[in-house]
């Protein structure tokens, strides 16, 4: 049972436009984190959420946490080719042992 | 600052040899510790988890093993690999706050031929 669906699972783009991935759950989430990955790297962590309705920016990237804590969303305005990368969202729980759940991630190409 | 080094960074092994892989963190006490194996492009799948030296607890059954001698160090093992234990390993450490923030090491690409 996949508890974090992550969407698109792919997406290629054109530099300059904008997109959204979308990261949703049927479960409450007490934060959630974004983080990016390169091939051949470890993930780095952007940003972590942790109030229903939250909103943080970061430069060109908008991260909202639903009101319910069950879902959120990142936004890139006018993507550079260095946004690039596999983008993947975790949430955590209470009672998961300060585990995280992992979202399968998105493949983000912005082509120059 | 704390830092994470897992080594080393690729690892060519035969089918049936053994595996040793090893992750230190430096600038915290107590980590929570993590070693996650992922496929190309996707997702991150948890193998291990410890909280505290010897304790370890194990996410998937396979032919891995996992094992904290020190509060900073976690060692990822196998007696005898096979084909489909190839794949990125990631060793993570988090602070074990309300945060649940876990920060990576650089990886180690292991292929099994």
């Known amino acids: 049972t996949q508890l974090l669906e992550q969407s698109p699972q792919f997406l290629s783009i054109q530099e300059g436009e904008n997109l959204t991935v979308y990261c949703n759950s049927s479960?409450?989430?007490?934060?959630l984190q974004w983080y990016r990955q390169e091939p051949g790297e470890g993930p780095v962590l952007l940003v972590t959420?942790?109030?229903g309705g939250e909103v943080k920016k970061l430069k060109r990237l908008t991260f909202q946490f639903g009101d319910a804590r069950k879902d959120s969303s990142l936004h890139i305005t006018a993507a550079q080719p260095g946004d690039t990368g596999l983008y993947l969202c975790?949430?955590?729980?209470?009672?998961?042992?300060?585990?995280?759940?992992w979202g399968a991630g998105t493949k983000l190409i912005i082509k120059p | 600052s704390q830092t994470i080094h897992q080594w080393p960074a690729t690892l060519v092994q035969p089918v049936g040899s053994p595996l040793s892989l090893e992750c230190t963190v430096e600038?915290?006490?107590?980590?929570?510790l993590y070693w996650y194996r992922q496929a190309a492009g996707r997702g991150l799948q948890l193998l291990f988890y410890?909280?505290?030296?010897?304790?370890i607890s194990s996410e998937v059954p396979q032919n891995l093993s996992a094992s904290r001698p020190q509060d900073r160090q976690f060692i990822l093992s196998s007696k005898k690999l096979l084909l489909s234990d190839s794949g990125f390993y990631l060793c993570?450490?988090?602070?074990?706050?309300?945060?649940?923030?876990?920060?990576f090491g650089p990886g180690t690409r292991l292929t099994v031929t």
């Open positions: 479960s409450v989430f007490s934060s």
């Open positions: 959420v942790v109030t």
């Open positions: 993570a450490w988090s602070g074990g706050d309300a945060s649940y923030e876990q920060y």
């Open positions: 975790a949430g955590g729980r209470r009672d998961s042992n300060y585990q995280l759940i």
């Open positions: 410890s909280v505290g030296i010897g304790q």
């Open positions: 600038g915290t006490s107590n980590p929570n």
